[in-house]
């Protein structure tokens, strides 16, 4: 495997991180209105939200990248493979996050929202400068510990013609014949990307559980 | 009971007026036919043994709780369902918890700052000028940088009341204000409360603190059941007690080491 080759995989490792911050960043959105729909009291929101989370937690990832893209395409409507796969990993992130977010805010003590609305702060001030901040820091672990998922998750997207890390190795390797070398790099530079957003997540747990003592 | 509260016939300067108020959780009554008018400047305090529906009946004044019979006014603004009528009488309203719920994430000055920024639309500039005065007069403006979880029980509560007083509210309900805090602490607590009493605050306190009620209350109200059983200024109230609940519940409080 020569350095032509390598540049290869890292032009993959390139689309592998835009596709994931596509993914984190649609997901964050999008998640953050499922999280506030679904903690809302408002029981038709709470009740669709839940069936959203329901729906794109109990499929996989790769059938609703699938049906997103090829599935429009059957009904009509040919999207663009970087806009498909933006929905795509949107709507399977925001399910997620929105989950975990929901759980986060819900673990802020009630007495925060009982001292704010006493307070008269109505509920973009409370939510936006009470219980998110709060909500964020206790999420965070778990939050950290889906974006390695969805890193991971991201090599899916080659099913819709991304040449992003695993596909690029895929190509390589073809070409090489040498999987197992190929593999190899692939593997670490995976790690090298997920590794260090783990050890983050662990140490922010640690520091959290020190804290709640 | 007053005649004047049974009869609806509030007084003129009256600043909270509960007329017939009832509250249920589900089958259960927590609020029975509750009618109370408290005077502006008046100071209330309110006794009852646990489960009794104190901190219902106080919540519901500023709508921490829904009522589902009867009428609250406050300062003349009948409080309803809608946000307009809510949100205005929660801005008149200054509420103290015993657990303090100050915001762990921002500083002492930030607690007090925030919701005269974001529901009286101060400046900042002034929003921090009556944070740091309010401070001041609980006596802990040397600790406005730091985070709540770095003052004692009795600091944090000092500023819980800064934090409403902030508001300029013309009402303030205290909830067991002293119940969590350690014995040593309860003292600058309650003196920044006879502070405010002495200033003409108009109050409603859910404590057993009765020496407090002694030195500062109108009228002592004792609750029982979700019901008022009896209210009578302190001294009659601690040397008189009309009701046999009354009496036992005096007898259990004031023979408490
Ligand atoms: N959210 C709720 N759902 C159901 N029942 C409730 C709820 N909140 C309070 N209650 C019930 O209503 C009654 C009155 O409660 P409340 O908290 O007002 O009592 P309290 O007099 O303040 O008691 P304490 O001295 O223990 O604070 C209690 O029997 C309580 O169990
Ligand atoms: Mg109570």
Redesign the pocket.
Known sequence: MGEAEFLFLLTGLKWTVLLSLVGFAGGGICGLAVALMRSSGIAPLERGTAGYIALFQGTPLLMQLFVVYYGLALVGLKLDAWVAVAIGFTLHASAYLGEIWRGSIEAVPRGQTEAAKALSLHYVARMKDVILPQAIRISLPATIGFLVQLIKGTSLAAIVGFTELTRAGNIVSNQTFKPLLVFGVVGILYFLLCWPLSLYGAHLERRMAVAAR | MSDAAATGAAPADAMIVMSHVEKW??D?Q?LTDINLAVRKGEKIVLC??????????I?CINRL?DYQKGEIRVGGTRLGDDARTIDAVRREVGMVF?HFNLFPHMSVLRNCMLAPMRSLGASRAEAEATARALLERVRIHEQAEKYPAQLSGGQQQRVAIARALCMKPKVMLF??PTSALDPEMVKEVLDTMIGLAEEGMTMIC?THEMGFARQVADRVIF?AG?AIVEEAPPQDFFSNPRHERTRKFLGEILHQP
């Open positions: 959780y589900g259960f927590a009852g043994p646990s489960g009794s529906g104190k901190s219902t009946l919540r709780e015993q909830d067991e859910v609750m979700g």
